[in-house]
């Protein structure tokens, strides 16, 4: 089982609508869960962390934990085409080791 | 106040020969994670360095090596190289080793691609 797993996707949705992104992890002990957006042939830029159940806003990105059910999400609200890319989801087991998905590819449609 | 830079931004080498890769973390911070992004995949953490010492490992072989200098700067090292080592390095750089809270920030990556 891999630690943390994410839909490849690719995900297209049109402007304006929101989209859904999910993220399962396999160790119930990972405390510190984060998204990184990364542009093609860029880097991971990271754009929301979450540590405890709930969600968490900031701008049009809320980020949502389930520890019970090993579950983070990321939902963009009034999606724009600069927000087509590939969204990675990461988990820190300690240490500051982070653990990736594959990453969802999302495409915005104009 | 400058990020995580890392030098060079693209190499070419051949199968077997050796590279170093060079990472100078955000400043304020004293610890540097590697990690390997092969085309498709997510980065893999390859080792993370603090106080000089190399403090935790992934799944890599001996072939990859670093070192962490006493102005937090670091170098990851890859001898041997094979084909499969082609991929986009990644520089993260943190603060501390004891929080699970603390934000990892990347610099823009070096592309290997050995032929």
């Known amino acids: 089982q891999k630690e943390v797993e994410q839909n490849s996707g690719p995900l297209s949705v049109p402007e304006g609508a929101i989209a859904s992104l999910n993220c399962t992890y396999s160790?119930?002990?990972?405390?510190?869960f984060f998204w990184y957006r990364q542009y093609s042939g860029k880097s991971p830029e990271l754009i929301m962390s979450i540590y405890s159940n709930g969600d968490k806003e900031d701008g049009r990105f809320t980020a949502q934990l389930n520890k019970a059910s090993q579950y983070v999400s990321l939902l963009i609200r009034d999606s724009q085409p600069s927000d087509s890319a590939t969204y990675l989801c990461?988990?820190?087991?300690?240490?500051?080791?982070?653990?990736f998905g594959t990453g969802t590819r999302l495409t915005v449609i104009p | 106040d400058a990020g995580v830079t890392q030098s060079p931004t693209h190499l070419i080498k051949t199968r077997g020969q050796q590279v170093t890769l060079r990472c100078s973390p955000k400043s304020g911070h004293d610890t540097v994670s590697w990690y390997q992004q092969a085309l498709g995949q997510g980065p893999q953490f390859i080792f993370q360095y603090y106080e000089e010492e190399e403090r935790q490992r992934g799944n890599f072989p001996d072939r990859f090596s670093g070192h962490q200098f006493p102005n937090y700067s670091s170098e990851l090292n890859v001898n041997a190289l094979l084909l499969g080592d082609s991929a986009l390095y990644l520089c993260a750089s943190s603060y501390g080793t004891g929080s699970t809270n603390e934000k990892l920030f990347f610099g823009s990556g070096t592309q290997l691609s050995v032929l």
């Open positions: 160790d119930r002990g990972s405390q510190s």
């Open positions: 990461a988990v820190n087991k300690g240490a500051n080791n982070l653990f």
